[in-house]
Structures are given as C-alpha cells and as structure tokens.
C-alpha cells in the first residue's frame, strides 16, 4: 500500500472507541441498576424466601443423603435468583428499544455493538451482586464449604457463564417483545426449570419420564457441578456438561439476539 | 451554495407496501428545511434513512458529502438525530445524559461541554434531578441539547413539536431559529402547516411516496391564485388567549 493511499484511508476512516463506548454504557445502567435497589431486593428476595421455606418447612421432610440440606440447596436457589435477575435486562433492553433511546445511539459514530455489551456487562454485574447477597444469607443459615480459592473460582465461571448465557436469551426476548410484561414474562420457564431438575430433590425419586427429562436438563449438570465444587467433590463429567450447556445456549441465542438487534436498527 | 443533503430517486419498501417512491430534493448549507407531510406520508421512514438507521432501496442519498451506505460512519460523525419521541434516559438527570452523549462524542471535556448545555437550554436549575420529573417541554429541550452535543453540521428533527403544550411549542420554535442562526442546518419534519410556515426557509411536501412542491414559502404562495382582500374580524384565538394569560402570570410572579 503506498503512503498516500494510507493517509486518505485515516481521514476517511471514523475512529472506533470500543472500550471507552462500553465503560460509557456500563456505567449507564449501572445508574439504572443503583437507583432502583428495589430490583436488587425483588431478585433477591424470592430465591431467599425460597430457601427459608424449603430449609425449615420441607427440608426435614426431604432425604438427600446430604446432613446439611442448605449445602444441597444453595445451587438451584443461585439459579433462580440468576433467572429472575436476568428479566431485568430485558426489561432494560425493551425500554432502550421503546424510548427510541437505540435510535439515538444507532444514529452516532459508535459501534452498535457496544450498546448491547453495556446491558450484557450490566447484567452480569447485578447479577453477581445477588448472587453474593444469598451466599451471605445462606453463610447465615449454615452453610458451610469446604471447598479452596480455586473451586470457588470454577463456581463463580459457571455461575457468570450462566448468567451469560440467559442474558443473551433475554436480549432476544427484551428486543422482540411487544410490550413491557411479554418482556419479563419469557424468564418464567426458566426460573421453573430448577424443580424439575436435581436443585431440590434426588432424580431417583422422579417418575422415570420426569426423571430422565430432569437428568438431561441443563439444570442438574450445572447444579450437580457446582454443588461438587463446593463440597470439595469431584465433579467428573458434570462441569464439562454444564460448559457445554452454558456455551451452547450463548452461542445460539447470540447469534439469534444479534439478528434481532440488527432487525430493529436496520 | 453547498449542499448539505443530496438525495436522488430515494426508493424505499416495507414488504409489499412501497413508502418511498423516488423521492428527490436537495438542503443548502444553512437553511432550515421542512419536510412537510401527513401521518404516515414517508417522514419518519426518510429522516431514519438520511440517519443511516434504515438502508434506501433504491437512490442515491448523501449527507455532507458522505454516501449513506458507503460512509455510514462519516455521516454519524457529521449529523444528529432527534427522533420523534424524547430519547433521553429518565433514569438519569439532565446533566448525566448530556455528559454521556458527550462521553460517547469523545469530547475532551464532557462536563463543561453539559453546563454549557444546560445554560443555553434554560436546564440549569433540573440539572441534577432526574429526566423522568421534567415536563414534556423540558424533555424535548433536554432531547435537542444532546444532539447538539459536539456541534453537528446538520441535526434532524423529526416532528419535534409533536404533542407539546403551546408553550413548550413557541420554546422549540425560539430554539430552531437560534439554531439556524448559528450555521447549523436544520432539517425538520412536520404535520403542522404554521410550523413550516413559522420556521422554514424552504418547504416540500412529501405525499402518496413522492415530493409534490418544493419551494420557499414565497414561491408555494405564488402557486395558488393572487390573495383577495377580505374584511375579517378577527377574534383571537384559544391559543392566543391561553399564552396570554400564562404570560401574565408569569410576569405577576417576577
């Protein structure tokens, strides 16, 4: 290339400031995410109330081979408060989308992509605020691990690949929806998904049809690697089952969220 | 003179139905252009293409020299957009929202440039509460501040009076003319006559998909038949009445 065609080619070409762009949006909901604590309270509140009920009303009546139900608990109530939480960011989406708000960022010299990355990171931070929240309070309910820095890593990765995952299915659901319920409504499914899955009870104790549905969802690999992270097990093929779920899901349902991103701003 | 926006037989479709049937006119450098046009007539749907949101099927369109589609970028770095709803974020005050489109501006320094916004547009005062507690006239005040963030060349309007009170109405025409008095280009769409009327430095009519007149006010008027004299009372209006008596009041309170 000669030296002339390079410099054409700087002034013609708009600088692109992705890192900067996204801080930018991340600190916007942020904001968003601060100044209504009540969302906090409400993701938090009912996996909590949840674990309440389950500990000291079901738990005795529950056998799981475990002497401390709240250790076999924790995973699947972490679950739900990942489910609840994310259809707050389709929710957010949904508002950005119907305030014309994407209009106004589609409109500037700024990568498209960033807004979408600045709800994604978004999410992911509140969501790891909650899930911290109810680890306190289940440390307040005895729960104990024994598990080292490096187990609680793995668990804090699955947790935020999760948390990726349905947040990519929120974006989807967030940017289709025609209105603001039909935006949260999507995450009722899946904050459902845990009870028929190992997050409460053994599978052994399921109807065979229910069973093998509750062993071959991606609630139990994640549930059942995760509860062996932190009992210091070893978790054998379940944390790579609960990868590939977790990676699965965030391809699909990115490559389906972008289209329906692009669908709107085109 | 320069010409600020270009377009040549801009087609555009969605699905079977065709909005934009060749559509062609041209903005000098300067100059306050209305885009006059019932509800659903293509306004909204030729903003968003001139603002490289939607892609033309057809046509040539530039603005300030840049293609749409080639140089979609060069064209946001040049232009503004204020879309036919508010697009501020309630959940963040005046000044937050007016220092994150200068963040995302890339503005050296994002706060001044936000006071300096503020004062112009009368918002110092709401300046840190929250975009959610301002009035409709406030909103669209806000709204015009930050497409004005970085100083564009040319800023679009779409329907910018569009379910204002009388008053935040006679606010945003006073807020045009500033503009236009600064360099900026303006170009606006409106279903209101007296708007074009008021503002416009030239006019066109977008109907059924096509431009049917384009023109300065003067040259639309010479269309018509020569002007009767008529000997009207002329009552004063609703209108008229309502700002007079808010203007007393105001008055009364400084």
Same mark, same amino acid.
């Given at each position: 290339?000669?030296?002339?065609?390079?410099?054409?080619?700087?002034?013609?070409?708009?600088?692109?400031?992705?890192?900067?762009? /996204?801080?930018?949006?991340?600190?916007?909901?942020?904001?968003?995410?601060?100044?209504?604590?009540?969302? /906090?309270?409400?993701?938090?509140?009912?996996?909590?109330?949840?674990?309440?009920?389950?500990?000291?009303?079901?738990?005795?009546?529950?056998?799981?081979?475990?002497?401390?139900?709240?250790?076999?608990?924790?995973?699947?109530?972490?679950?739900?408060?990942?489910?609840?939480?994310?259809?707050?960011?389709?929710?957010?989406?949904?508002?950005?989308?119907?305030?014309?708000?994407?209009?106004?960022?589609?409109?500037?010299?700024?990568?498209?992509?960033?807004?979408?990355?600045?709800?994604?990171?978004?999410?992911?931070?509140?969501?790891?605020?909650?899930?911290?929240?109810?680890?306190?309070?289940?440390?307040?309910?005895?729960?104990?691990?024994?598990?080292?820095?490096?187990?609680?890593?793995?668990?804090?990765?699955?947790?935020?690949?999760?948390?990726?995952?349905?947040?990519?299915?929120?974006?989807?659901?967030?940017?289709?929806?025609?209105?603001?319920?039909?935006?949260?409504?999507?995450?009722?499914?899946?904050?459902?998904?845990?009870?028929?899955?190992?997050?409460?009870?053994?599978?052994?104790?399921?109807?065979?049809?229910?069973?093998?549905?509750?062993?071959?969802?991606?609630?139990?690999?994640?549930?059942?690697?995760?509860?062996?992270?932190?009992?210091?097990?070893?978790?054998?093929?379940?944390?790579?089952?609960?990868?590939?779920?977790?990676?699965?899901?965030?391809?699909?349902?990115?490559?389906?969220? /972008?289209?329906?991103?692009?669908?709107?701003?085109? | 003179?320069?010409?600020?926006?270009?377009?040549?037989?801009?087609?555009?479709?969605?699905?079977?139905?065709?909005?934009?049937?060749?559509?062609?006119?041209?903005?000098?450098?300067?100059?306050?252009?209305?885009?006059?046009?019932?509800?659903?007539?293509?306004?909204?749907?030729?903003?968003?293409?001139?603002?490289?949101?939607?892609?033309?099927?057809?046509?040539?369109?530039?603005?300030?020299?840049?293609?749409?589609?080639?140089?979609? #970028?060069?064209?946001?770095?040049?232009?503004?957009?204020?879309?036919?709803?508010?697009?501020?974020?309630?959940?963040?005050?005046?000044?937050?929202?007016?220092?994150?489109?200068?963040?995302?501006?890339?503005?050296?320094?994002?706060?001044?440039?936000?006071?300096?916004?503020?004062?112009?547009?009368?918002?110092?005062?709401?300046?840190?509460?929250?975009?959610?507690?301002?009035?409709?006239?406030?909103?669209?005040?806000?709204?015009?501040?930050?497409?004005?963030?970085?100083?564009?060349?040319?800023?679009?309007? #779409?329907?910018?009076?569009?379910?204002?009170?009388?008053?935040?109405?006679?606010?945003?025409?006073?807020?045009?003319?500033?503009?236009?008095?600064?360099?900026?280009?303006?170009?606006?769409?409106?279903?209101?006559?007296?708007?074009?009327?008021?503002?416009?430095?030239?006019?066109?009519?977008?109907?059924?998909?096509?431009?049917?007149?384009?023109?300065?006010?003067?040259?639309?008027?010479?269309?018509?038949?020569?002007?009767?004299?008529?000997?009207?009372?002329?009552?004063?209006?609703?209108? #008229?009445?309502?700002?007079?008596?808010?203007?007393?009041?105001?008055?009364?309170?400084?």
């Amino acid at each position: 290339m000669t030296m002339e065609l390079q410099t054409e080619m700087r002034t013609e070409t708009v600088k692109k400031h992705y890192f900067s762009d /996204i801080a930018v949006m991340l600190g916007r909901s942020m904001r968003h995410i601060t100044r209504s604590l009540d969302t /906090i309270i409400t993701v938090t509140i009912m996996p909590i109330a949840m674990m309440l009920l389950f500990v000291y009303v079901f738990g005795g009546a529950i056998k799981t081979g475990t002497e401390n139900y709240v250790n076999y608990l924790l995973p699947g109530i972490l679950l739900i408060a990942i489910a609840t939480g994310i259809s707050y960011t389709a929710l957010r989406l949904f508002t950005d989308k119907q305030r014309g708000i994407f209009e106004r960022f589609n409109s500037m010299p700024i990568a498209r992509s960033t807004v979408l990355w600045g709800h994604v990171l978004t999410s992911l931070v509140s969501n790891a605020i909650s899930v911290v929240i109810i680890i306190l309070v289940a440390l307040i309910m005895g729960f104990r691990s024994p598990a080292g820095i490096l187990s609680w890593l793995a668990v804090a990765g699955i947790l935020a690949l999760f948390t990726l995952a349905l947040t990519w299915v929120a974006a989807i659901a967030g940017l289709g929806a025609k209105s603001a319920d039909g935006a949260g409504a999507f995450s009722y499914p899946l904050v459902f998904l845990p009870f028929i899955s190992s997050a409460f009870v053994p599978t052994d104790s399921m109807p065979a049809v229910v069973r093998a549905f509750a062993e071959n969802q991606p609630v139990t690999s994640i549930v059942e690697a995760i509860r062996a992270l932190l009992a210091d097990q070893p978790v054998g093929n379940n944390i790579w089952v609960a990868l590939a779920w977790c990676l699965g899901i965030t391809i699909v349902a990115y490559i389906f969220a /972008i289209r329906a991103y692009k669908r709107n701003a085109a | 003179m320069e010409k600020t926006i270009e377009v040549k037989g801009l087609q555009k479709s969605f699905k079977d139905i065709e909005v934009l049937k060749g559509v062609d006119f041209e903005v000098k450098r300067g100059e306050i252009f209305a885009l006059l046009g019932s509800n659903g007539a293509g306004k909204t749907t030729t903003v968003k293409i001139l603002a490289t949101l939607l892609k033309p099927d057809n046509g040539t369109v530039t603005v300030n020299g840049y293609d749409v589609l080639a140089k979609a #970028d060069n064209v946001r770095q040049s232009m503004s957009l204020t879309g036919q709803f508010a697009a501020v974020d309630e959940v963040l005050t005046g000044r937050e929202n007016l220092v994150m489109i200068a963040k995302l501006r890339h503005l050296n320094q994002p706060g001044q440039v936000a006071d300096e916004l503020l004062k112009r547009f009368g918002l110092s005062e709401a300046a840190d509460r929250r975009a959610a507690t301002y009035s409709g006239g406030m909103r669209r005040r806000l709204d015009i501040a930050m497409s004005l963030v970085g100083r564009p060349r040319l800023i679009f309007l #779409d329907e910018p009076t569009t379910g204002l009170d009388p008053e935040g109405r006679l606010e945003v025409w006073k807020m045009v003319k500033e503009l236009s008095k600064s360099g900026t280009t303006v170009f606006l769409t409106t279903q209101y006559l007296d708007e074009a009327e008021q503002l416009a430095d030239r006019i066109a009519i977008l109907h059924q998909g096509k431009i049917i007149v384009n023109g300065t006010l003067a040259e639309l008027k010479s269309l018509f038949p020569p002007a009767k004299v008529e000997y009207v009372e002329k009552q004063p209006s609703l209108e #008229d009445i309502f700002l007079a008596i808010i203007g007393k009041k105001e008055e009364k309170v400084n």
